[in-house]
């Protein structure tokens, strides 16, 4: 039988005798039939799917499962009501996955800001602790280096105050922060980048 120029009405009628062939493994055979169905097959899968690209997936994915286990087909039913049934519980099992894959995300998604949130009120207490023992210059200039970030020379300009004095501020107040939290029995900045590093 020649596989390079298949007629349709040929197909529709002889589709099971290449279905036959594609089983003995000939591989024109499986491409007449790929031919023949990915058109209807990929409707098919965009319809359940409802993604262009995940059908485009689909459409490969059930052509290769069924090149894998065509020769488990019988002609109790049409190859065309097979091909579709492969493809249907294809695109469930891929729908369920996606389903699967969204709650897991979200529930990550959830867990991560409730994390971040749990932190964040957890070091906004921490600070307020530790501020809260801070002269007003002090903690005027904590909050501007270590919160707003600015740099000393900006810092400078606000505080009406040299940098380099500002400087040697910051870093006496830094030192006093970290005795504060070691006498808490708390965990340092700097001992923290060394566990993590």
């Given at each position: 039988?020649?596989?390079?120029?298949?007629?349709?009405?040929?197909?529709?009628?002889?589709?099971?005798?290449?279905?036959?062939?594609?089983?003995?493994?000939?591989?024109?055979?499986?491409?007449?039939?790929?031919?023949?169905?990915?058109?209807?097959?990929?409707?098919?899968?965009?319809?359940?799917?409802?993604?262009?690209?995940?059908?485009?997936?689909?459409?490969?994915?059930?052509?290769i499962?069924?090149?894998?286990?065509?020769?488990?087909?019988?002609?109790?039913?049409?190859?065309?009501?097979?091909?579709?049934?492969?493809?249907?519980?294809?695109?469930?099992?891929?729908?369920?996955?996606?389903?699967?894959?969204?709650?897991?995300?979200?529930?990550?998604?959830?867990?991560?800001?409730?994390?971040?949130?749990?932190?964040?009120s957890?070091?906004?207490?921490?600070?307020?602790?530790?501020?809260?023992?801070?002269?007003?210059?002090?903690?005027?200039?904590?909050?501007?280096?270590?919160?707003?970030?600015?740099?000393?020379?900006?810092?400078?300009?606000?505080?009406?105050?040299?940098?380099?004095?500002?400087?040697?501020?910051?870093?006496?107040?830094?030192?006093k922060?970290?005795?504060?939290?070691?006498?808490?029995?708390?965990?340092?900045?700097?001992q923290?980048?060394?566990?993590?590093?």
């Amino acid at each position: 039988m020649d596989y390079l120029v298949p007629k349709t009405e040929e197909l529709i009628q002889n589709i099971e005798a290449i279905v036959e062939d594609a089983k003995k493994g000939n591989k024109d055979a499986f491409v007449v039939i790929i031919r023949e169905f990915e058109r209807q097959i990929y409707t098919y899968c965009y319809y359940i799917l409802k993604n262009r690209e995940e059908a485009e997936d689909a459409l490969q994915e059930v052509f290769i499962k069924v090149y894998r286990s065509i020769h488990k087909y019988e002609q109790q039913v049409s190859f065309k009501s097979w091909l579709y049934k492969v493809a249907y519980y294809h695109c469930l099992d891929m729908s369920r996955k996606t389903i699967r894959l969204k709650r897991k995300t979200l529930s990550l998604q959830n867990e991560l800001q409730l994390m971040e949130e749990h932190r964040q009120s957890a070091n906004v207490a921490e600070v307020e602790e530790l501020l809260m023992n801070l002269k007003r210059e002090e903690k005027n200039l904590v909050l501007l280096r270590a919160v707003e970030q600015y740099s000393f020379e900006e810092i400078g300009q606000i505080m009406d105050c040299k940098p380099a004095t500002l400087r040697k501020k910051y870093e006496r107040v830094r030192r006093k922060l970290i005795q504060q939290k070691k006498i808490k029995g708390g965990v340092t900045h700097e001992q923290q980048m060394l566990r993590t590093q």
